[in-house]
């Protein structure tokens, strides 16, 4: 793969890292501060999605998660470009793929249980499904291992 | 990646991380804005009387008159001491709510509502309002300044804690929360100061105490 399209690759990580981290950054700072989460575009369960139950795994706030999920696959993503070490390329790979099992789980959580989705919540899955996409692109552009016979 | 190369990317990377963190957070914080209703006909208020406002008088009261003035508007200070009168006879039996409608031909106007505000913030809206009416031609012609310094004066009078005062006067806060009273005036259909409006309904000026009188004893009965 030409140098190029692969720097391309990484800055669309990184880009999308950064709207994720912000967008979870906001529901964090709105779940301290307390005031209610306003809905745009048509969404109306914006309030309801981020203050169920559901809303906390393991006692952590699921926006804590996202704002340090999104934060590692950003500096992953930048150690990559730095030093090209494959290893990181499959770091990335398993961390998007974690992240978008769990927002398919999020989006059945919003869908069936609570029956209610929020924006930002929607946003972020978006972001860790095409995160999962360029991360599987970016796997298959590293050179396969020869093997000597 | 060179060195040089490599500092430079992990640095902006920081800063951008902080800045996006900083305006995440700021955005969050910053307290909702409650939606401007829809226009009326041009005869009835646009938005009920809410609990957060500058109302005096009976609670649930029969009667509720609200006032859409101008704190330099000379007929806004002419109707002060009838409105004073009625709003003291009827303690019991009305409610009186005045909104900001800050005229931009007034240049004091605005100043004046920021200072009634911030009175308020410290629970003396109406001693503040009382005595921005009652000293009308004191500051009226002022500019800004010596009129900022008359109304600090009221506010040592008040015995006002005068460093938050002149915060919330120049806060954010403060400018919307006028500026709303003044939108919301706006799709209620005013267009002139003073503008009263009884239990949501526009009503003709009165023309004097008397004729207040009349008008509320009038709905009272109903």
Known sequence: MPPTISKFLIGAIV??????????TFLFAKRIVG???PCVLGFSGCDEVAKSPHSVLFGIPLSALGTVFYLAIGIIALLYADTKKVLLAKLLLGATTIGFLMS???????????????IYCVISAIISTALFTLGIILYR?????RKDL | MDTQKRIIVWVSAVLVIGITAIAAWQIAKAPPKTPL???????TLAEPVGPNEWTKGAKDAKVSIVEYSDFQCP????YYPVVEKITAEYADKVSFTYRHFP???HKNAERTAYAAEAAGKQGKFWEMYSMIFEHQKDWSDLGAPQAEEILLGYATELKLDL??????????????HVKRDKDVGIRSGVNSTPSFYLNGKKMQNPRGYEEFKVIIDKELAK
């Open chain 1, 141 to 145: 552009t590293l050179p396969t291992p």
């Open chain 1, 35 to 37: 005031t209610p989460i």
């Open chain 1, 15 to 24: 880009l999308l890292a950064l709207i994720g981290f912000a967008d979870s």
């Open chain 1, 104 to 118: 398919v789980y999020f989006i059945y959580v919003q869908g069936f249980l609570i029956k209610a989705f929020c």
């Open chain 2, 163 to 176: 460093n938050l005062f002149k915060k919330d006067m120049s806060s954010t806060e403060t400018r919307d």
């Open chain 2, 37 to 43: 209703p829809p226009r009326t006909a041009g005869d």
């Open chain 2, 75 to 78: 007929a806004c200070g002419a």
């Open chain 2, 103 to 105: 005229l931009p031909q």
